[in-house]
């Protein structure tokens, strides 16, 4: 039935308020249950800690219908978390989202056009795209209060803003085409002559081009391009799109400014922090220590106080003006905080890539160990709370222990304060030199030394290259600390070292079966499980793939075998 010319008015005013706003009540309502997944998440954690009991045995062989929820729980986490397709770096339930939000935007954009009338759905298409910006833009947070409600970390959220980014590309260029298809020739003319119009283009141009240079092959080659780029092209889209739909008539600028002060808060938040941390009036409280640790390595150390602290598992963005202007980098803090907040000690354990790494490492190896100004922000990310798991197991690869040493220091330092569950512990390193041994040589000792009676605590070390041989750690930094003493005192010291180190440690020749050692862990487990991995792609896809395996299933934890939480940091955004 034909619309009548009022009805049809109608129609495009609610297109054009309506519509677009039901999108954000949608996306209230998906961050909202997913701040009451977190709520219950927390008090789920909260129970296990303080009713904590050590179980004997787990009761395992008959299905039993009370263990349907947690098999529902693992079968979701499998597929949704777990699984990946091939190509797309994305889990499942990232590409179901991405498919969701498609529909809806779709949905929203060409339902009630009046049987798909093209001046509707192009004019109402525009106000879509224009009310996303905010949201884009509250995903790309560093301090993200999303992050906060929620419990997701603002790395995963970015993936959602570039998303978000992508998808509203589509729109823009539906907007366009559908807008010039419907003015038909006076389209060409309006074009020229009404200054909001042609700001369409340029954002939409700028948005293409910000897209393709997002893409991952050039934004992981060309990092630093990619950062000033984006702000460039960011800079436009947003004056852009500001001016064409402030002026277009009557005026829709609140759709977009909202933008600007979640762009505003996170910049404040973070320009704050940045000063306290600092020391910016006391310049030589700004500098860190850098040495090379091995042929592949560098160790950055600086003393500085964080005011509240930080968590296992959370990083900083490090810039060193004096030996890369301009650009930050993050990494992961390979220390707790000390007991004694003036006396922290941030160390990070960097793994030499092509830029700015390669760049330090040659500086070091012309010039030697060097102070540097070091300029910290952060602390961020959401690193999973482990605390309520019986066992917890850690697997690292290379430089990913800066992200498993400390959630495994941390872990322990919480059950002796009995706020934390764990009864066993296993921690397994992949290295590919047994000199790497020596990075944090010292720490494993303690670790060793000072674990709770009541944990089980198993630390194994593979060295993928070359037979572990002791002797090799007596050039160890400890050592080194050493060297001014007799000789007689170092050699003293660095047996003692290693004796202890060997005591704590399982030094083994090749790769590790990551297969075995989960199936292994789950199966002798006496309650709920987690696994914490980081380092190479090829060591997260073995954790991901082994626990999607039958001991790690539904079917197992219907008969009794306990859940199990994957927990992956990949190093990359
Ligand atoms: C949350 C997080 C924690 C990390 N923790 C550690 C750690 O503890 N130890 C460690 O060795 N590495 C860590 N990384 C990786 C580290 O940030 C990069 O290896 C480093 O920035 C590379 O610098 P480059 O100039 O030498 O890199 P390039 O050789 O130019 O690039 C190597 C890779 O690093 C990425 N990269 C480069 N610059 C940045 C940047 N400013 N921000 C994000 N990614 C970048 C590139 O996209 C590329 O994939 C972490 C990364 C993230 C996202």
Redesign the pocket.
Known sequence: MALSAAQVKALKHKGERAFPVYTWWLYLSIIGVLTLNNIAWKLWAWRKRSTHQKQSTAQRGSTSASNLPAAILTASRIAALRWRLPVVPMNVLEILMTIAYILVLFCLEFTSTNGLQIALWADRCGHIVAIQFPLIVALSWKNSLISFMTGISY?KLNLFHRVCARVNLMLVYVHLFGTLYALGGAGGKQWFHDPYTYCGPVAGFSLTLLVMISTAPV??????F??KAHMLLVTIIMISVTFHVTLAPPGFGFYVWPAFVFWAFDRLVRFGRWIVLNNLFQPRKSSGQIDLISDD??LFTVNRHIPFGWYAGQ?V?LSLPTL?RL????????TIPSSDAKKDELV?????????????KQHIMEFGSCETPMFLDGP??APPDITPFSTCVFIAG???I??TLPRLEELLTQVIAKNACASRVVFVWVIRSRAHLKWVASRFSKIAASAPSDVTLVLNVHITGGSPQVEDLRDSPEADVEKDASVDDEDTKSKAELDALAEGLVITNGRPDVFKILEAEVNAAVGPVSVDV?GPASLLSDTRKALTGKFAGPGGVMKGTPTVQLNI?????
């Open positions: 790395e934004r992981k080659r060309f990092y630093e990619f950062v390595t560098l990083h963005f890369g650009q930050s980098h993050p990494f992961t803090i390979a990070f354990i960097v793994r030499v890539r092509e830029g700015l790494t390669k760049k330090i961020y990310g290379g430089s990913g800066s992200y980081a940091e990949e190093f990359s955004m």
